[in-house]
């Protein structure tokens, strides 16, 4: 069995590596085609990150195959020190997984963009590494059924492999690739199948957890090189923040402007649907007038508007409103940016929001509405 595990090796080494250089091509080509566009808009940034992250978590694969590769060609994969640089690799792939799904969109809304939650996650990482190692360097290398000093690392792998797993499906599904997001799934459980023999000594059947291995970095890494071509295609069409206008003309009433989706000067009449309109109102008088935080609306129980729904039926409203076309169909992202912590802003530019005087005066009397008399004045 040794070519067998030589073969796997050589083969996880390999495709780790050529996923990682190809993941780091479509990044330099993001920052070569898209700079203008990126120093534009800083929330755009995040993709760039996040697939820097990605392929980071690819070349820890490589290094983990090359310790794999020199385990078993000198006939140490077996003792502690193996183990322990087993850990140590495992440990940094979960971290670079981790700071990536920080930035996906779709990611859980206490990991997307929440930096107190990620530092805590963080910590636990370093510290079931921590405990790893004392079980390791403890508990002998060899073990009848159950090798104790992998349960602290298969938790927290099967953890990060359900926070993958939903990113990446609803990754999918938003961006209507349906059957990606299904493969994308399978893939991260079949991920996780093969860490199992790591703790269950007996599940180590030699040729057919290796071929599972392969079949599950192997798609895992075509998924990741499908989900940076579809950020390069979002990241082409998501409207400049500088080409949009909006004007709020009278009570229900927006004139909106936004060329790259071929909408120029659409009035949308939000008739009865009051609530939705006054939301948008308020996020363009903090735009325009507030600074720092202030231009931002806080999302959540606690925040000024309850839950995303809100954010979701603006969008809605005017895509049935104008009618609009399969191809220019606007998305929460083309008019709101999410700062973190739950807080989001407009996109569009302050000085291209233009708001009726008399409007403004009869919206800043209402007696629910006093917050914005301090920031508008």
Not at 289 to 300: A, D, K, M, P, T
């Amino acid at each position: 069995m040794k070519e067998v595990a030589l073969f796997h090796t050589l083969a996880h080494l390999s495709i780790a590596f050529i996923g990682a250089i190809l993941l780091l091509a479509i990044w330099y080509n993001i920052r070569k085609r898209f700079n203008n566009r990126l120093e534009e808009d800083d929330s755009l940034l995040r993709i760039d990150k996040g697939l820097v992250y990605l392929s980071l978590a690819l070349f820890v694969w490589v290094g983990s195959g090359t310790w794999g590769y020199l385990g078993t060609l000198g006939h140490f994969s077996q003792t502690t020190a193996y183990l322990l640089g087993v850990s140590l690799f495992s440990t940094l792939n979960n971290l670079f997984l981790l700071l990536a799904l920080f930035y996906f969109s779709h990611a859980p809304s206490f990991i997307y963009n929440n930096e107190k939650n990620i530092s805590k996650i963080i910590a636990l990482i370093l510290l079931v590494s921590l405990l790893t190692i004392g079980l390791n360097l403890l508990l002998p290398a060899n073990q009848a059924a159950i090798r104790l000093a992998g349960i602290p690392d298969l938790l927290l792998s099967s953890f990060l492999c359900c926070l993958l797993s939903y990113s990446l499906f609803k990754t999918f599904i938003d961006r209507d690739l349906k059957v990606v997001s299904y493969i994308a799934a399978l893939s991260v459980f079949l991920m996780f199948i093969t860490q199992l023999p790591e703790v269950f000594t007996q599940l180590d059947d030699g040729f057919y957890n290796k071929l599972i291995q392969i079949i599950a970095k192997t798609s895992l890494i075509s998924i990741f090189l499908v989900l940076a071509t579809s950020w390069v295609i979002e990241l082409a069409s998501t409207p400049r923040p500088s080409e949009m206008t909006l004007q709020f003309l009278d009570w229900s009433l927006v004139k909106i402007s936004i060329p790259s989706k071929e909408i120029y000067d659409q009035v949308i009449d939000f008739g009865s649907k009051t609530t939705q309109y006054k939301n948008l109102l308020k996020f363009a008088l903090r735009r325009k007038w507030g600074e720092g935080q202030e231009q931002c609306i806080l999302v959540g129980a606690a925040g000024e508007l309850k839950n995303q729904t809100y954010l979701s039926r603006i969008i809605e409203n005017c895509n049935s409103i104008l009618a609009l076309q399969e191809e220019q169909q606007l998305v929460r992202r083309d008019i709101f940016t999410f700062i973190g912590n739950g807080q989001y802003r407009l996109r569009i530019l302050p000085e291209h929001i233009s708001i009726e005087k008399g409007l403004l005066d009869e919206f800043l009397k209402t007696p629910d509405n006093q917050t914005y008399n301090t920031i508008c004045n």
